[in-house]
């Protein structure tokens, strides 16, 4: 009997360990960088936990969703409105601000190629 409460102890466990690091891997800061209609290099967003905060724009802040990919965008003066997002490699594509555009995490790779794509044509 101990071995099989110790077995699903130890399989809980790990299951929330795993739910919890999923999460934690969109914590971080978002960066809108365009280079295609204008050059735009701006924080648009960060998320820490389930919580987001917005830089500029209508919403101020949002509840991210991740099992069902989206965020409850709130603000003072707009109504809460869910929008779905998509996450891959250190992107978040997701409307916030009435157009869908990608949204790169500091420090991450796409980040960083991104940033250097930037930095070539402002030259």
């Known amino acids: 009997m101990k071995k099989i409460l110790s077995i699903l102890l130890l399989t809980l466990s790990a299951f929330l360990l795993f739910s919890c690091s999923s999460q934690d891997k969109l914590d971080g800061n978002y960066y809108w960088i365009d280079t295609e209609n204008g050059l735009r290099n701006e924080l648009s967003f960060t998320i820490k936990g389930i919580e987001g905060t917005i830089e500029k724009g209508e919403y101020d802040k949002f509840t991210i969703n991740g099992k069902n990919n989206t965020f409850e965008l709130s603000g003072e003066d707009a109504s809460a409105k869910e929008v779905t997002y ?5 992107v978040i594509t997701v409307d916030i601000s009435g157009t869908e555009h990608e949204y790169y995490k ?3 790779d796409a980040y960083k190629e991104a940033v250097k794509k930037y930095n070539e044509l402002q030259n």
């Open 86 to 90: 998509k996450h891959s490699d250190g």
């Open 106 to 108: 500091e420090g991450t």
